[in-house]
């Protein structure tokens, strides 16, 4: 006998909810959890906030189960952002825009994908006073975070953006859809780039993960650049870092974007503004 809807609505609102983090075998390096847990411990709100690790070919396995087992949230990062898009029932409008889900609401059923990582991009760049507007930017990676910088890059006026990538056939996709220029990434560093602004977009930071794209970033020659923004973090010998003190420019990590994205994800999964330095307090924790 099915229980009336009322009963059930009451059951779920005295409940624990339950948030969790959806990736690959990366998903135990993400500081997530832990950000998601202290603000909830702090705020007071019944929650727990868990990391999943799921194999590419159960990813539409893993978008059910938020239904069934009435998940309240999830965060999904690479290699999903895109993968997850034909199991979700409705797209918010930036959503749908950039093709990339990073943040996923579940009510009633309903699986509602938003995209919280452009305008965490954006915040970070104004906490370091950086103003896209009129300026050049070149963006490595062609995957859903890579979307979401050239997404919100274009938003904020960039004067132009230049996208480069491995597989050539991406990287023409994305640049065709948000009118950039692209780029096949082993030319990189036979070629001097004019740009103000450079974002590593892709999942590598070190030289143990990639021996290819280390010469090339080992290679790399830009005239101009103001800043070096690594949208990775937690990397001891980051070769975006490196780039940046050899060249005498500026560099940050994906951090303080990682919690601008959670506070807005937050404002969507509960209802609750909470001040953006508690975020910033979790992250020190």
Same mark, same amino acid.
């Given at each position: 006998?099915?229980?009336?809807?009322?009963?059930?609505?009451? *059951?779920?609102?005295?409940?624990?909810?339950?948030?969790?983090?959806?990736?690959?075998?990366?998903?135990?390096?993400?500081?997530?959890?832990?950000?998601? *847990?202290?603000?909830?411990?702090?705020?007071?709100?019944?929650?727990?906030?868990?990391?999943?690790?799921?194999?590419?070919?159960?990813?539409?396995?893993?978008?059910?189960?938020?239904?069934?087992?009435?998940?309240?949230?999830?965060?999904?990062?690479?290699?999903?952002?895109?993968?997850?898009?034909?199991?979700?029932?409705?797209?918010?409008?930036?959503?749908?825009?950039?093709?990339?889900?990073?943040?996923?609401?579940?009510?009633?059923?309903?699986?509602?994908?938003?995209?919280?990582?452009?305008?965490?991009?954006?915040?970070?760049?104004?906490?370091?006073?950086?103003?896209?507007?009129?300026?050049?930017?070149?963006?490595?990676?062609?995957?859903?975070?890579?979307?979401?910088?050239?997404?919100?890059?274009?938003?904020?006026?960039?004067?132009?953006?230049?996208?480069?990538?491995?597989?050539?056939?991406?990287?023409?996709?994305?640049?065709?859809?948000?009118?950039?220029?692209?780029?096949?990434?082993?030319?990189?560093?036979?070629?001097?780039?004019?740009?103000?602004?450079?974002?590593?977009?892709?999942?590598? !930071?070190?030289?143990?993960?990639?021996?290819?794209?280390?010469?090339?970033?080992?290679?790399?020659? !830009?005239?101009?650049?103001?800043?070096?923004?690594?949208?990775?973090?937690?990397?001891?010998?980051?070769?975006?870092?490196?780039?940046?003190?050899?060249?005498?420019?500026?560099?940050?990590?994906?951090?303080?974007?990682?919690?601008?994205?959670?506070?807005?994800?937050?404002?969507?999964?509960?209802?609750?503004?909470?001040?953006?330095?508690?975020?910033?307090?979790?992250?020190?924790?």
């Amino acid at each position: 006998m099915n229980q009336p809807s009322g009963l059930l609505d009451a *059951t779920l609102a005295l409940q624990t909810k339950v948030f969790c983090i959806i990736s690959d075998h990366r998903v135990f390096r993400s500081r997530s959890p832990a950000i998601f *847990t202290t603000v909830l411990g702090r705020t007071g709100l019944k929650g727990v906030y868990v990391p999943f690790m799921v194999d590419d070919c159960n990813i539409g396995k893993a978008l059910e189960s938020l239904r069934v087992l009435n998940i309240a949230g999830a965060n999904i990062t690479a290699p999903f952002k895109e993968k997850v898009l034909p199991y979700l029932d409705v797209l918010s409008e930036g959503a749908n825009i950039i093709g990339a889900v990073n943040t996923i609401v579940c009510k009633g059923g309903q699986l509602k994908g938003y995209n919280t990582n452009a305008i965490g991009i954006m915040d970070a760049l104004n906490e370091v006073n950086f103003n896209i507007a009129g300026k050049k930017a070149l963006v490595i990676g062609t995957g859903g975070s890579a979307r979401a910088v050239v997404f919100i890059l274009n938003w904020l006026r960039a004067e132009s953006i230049v996208v480069a990538g491995r597989d050539n056939h991406k990287t023409c996709r994305l640049a065709g859809h948000f009118s950039c220029t692209p780029r096949s990434l082993k030319d990189l560093a036979d070629f001097p780039i004019d740009v103000d602004l450079i974002v590593n977009a892709t999942s590598i !930071s070190s030289r143990d993960e990639s021996s290819e794209l280390t010469g090339i970033v080992d290679g790399l020659k !830009s005239n101009g650049c103001q800043l070096v923004f690594d949208l990775n973090y937690g990397h001891r010998e980051n070769i975006w870092q490196s780039l940046a003190e050899k060249s005498g420019i500026r560099f940050m990590d994906g951090l303080s974007a990682l919690a601008y994205q959670a506070r807005r994800t937050f404002l969507l999964w509960t209802g609750q503004e909470v001040p953006q330095a508690e975020f910033l307090k979790a992250l020190e924790a």
